[in-house]
């Protein structure tokens, strides 16, 4: 009460600070510890006044008021750092991440999910596959789930098999951009290209800004000897993200250079 201002300053900035990072509008993640530490500082602020605030005692009794609040501060900040070393061993990479997680919650689909990204780009096909294989049943309507078992058929050379998820991923979800790519990486595999087109079609459809899906279409159209679609893709390709590759298709199939 004595401090109102100190107060309000320290409980306003740290509301005003938090406010952008709250789910009413922010997409993707709803929340994370890490949004709090700006705001943070609002409520140290405050806490930084209470530990200094001894002026209406006497001199002496105030100095023993703030060693003591300064002993417990010490005494919780060591706590709260040895806590946070026992969490780092948690946080090598992110296997070890998700595999802390399922102690917790073993039917965590979202965790077996991101375990088997962590195992994919570790190479580690089959562990990442058995990690999906126990997702698939827990959340049977994330396209993601399929979606990581057709790169995993990819990845094997398995592309029927590959291209059969990958079709189940838009079955779920058709809006699902990633599932449409994908298979069309496939049919390119599998020099299917009609196949191809239709879905890095659908692709832009869905995402029109999306160059590779420009990029990949134009190398199926110029397989088919559609070369003018093929330049037009690779135009537009280029102008969204410029690369020596898209110039020298470009160059090749107008047979001047660009610009």
Known sequence: ???????????????????PTLPFHFAGQPYADRYSYLPMAGLLFVLAAWLRNG?????HSAQ????IRAGVLVVVAALLGLKTQALCRNWRDSVS???HVLRYDPQSSLAYLNRSQALIDDNQLDRALADLNRAKPLDPKNPKIYLNRGVIHFMKGDYD??????????????????????????????KRFPKAI?????????????????YYRGLAYKETGRTDLA???????????????????IEGLAGTKVP
């Open 97 to 99: 991440l998700w595999t």
């Open 231 to 249: 330049r037009a893709d690779f135009r537009t390709a280029y102008r969204l993200g410029p690369s020596e590759a898209l110039r020298k298709e």
């Open 55 to 59: 002026h209406h005692v006497p001199e």
């Open 1 to 19: 009460r004595r401090d109102k201002e100190t107060v309000r300053f320290g409980v306003t900035f740290f509301i005003l600070t938090l406010l």
């Open 161 to 190: 098999g590959a291209a059969a998820e990958f079709t189940r991923s838009v079955e779920v979800f058709p809006s699902f951009a990633a599932g449409y790519f994908n298979r069309g990486l496939t049919w390119g595999r599998l």
């Open 198 to 214: 239709e879905d890095f079609s659908a692709t832009i459809s869905v995402q029109p800004g999306f160059t590779p899906a420009y």
């Open 64 to 67: 023993i008021r703030l060693a």
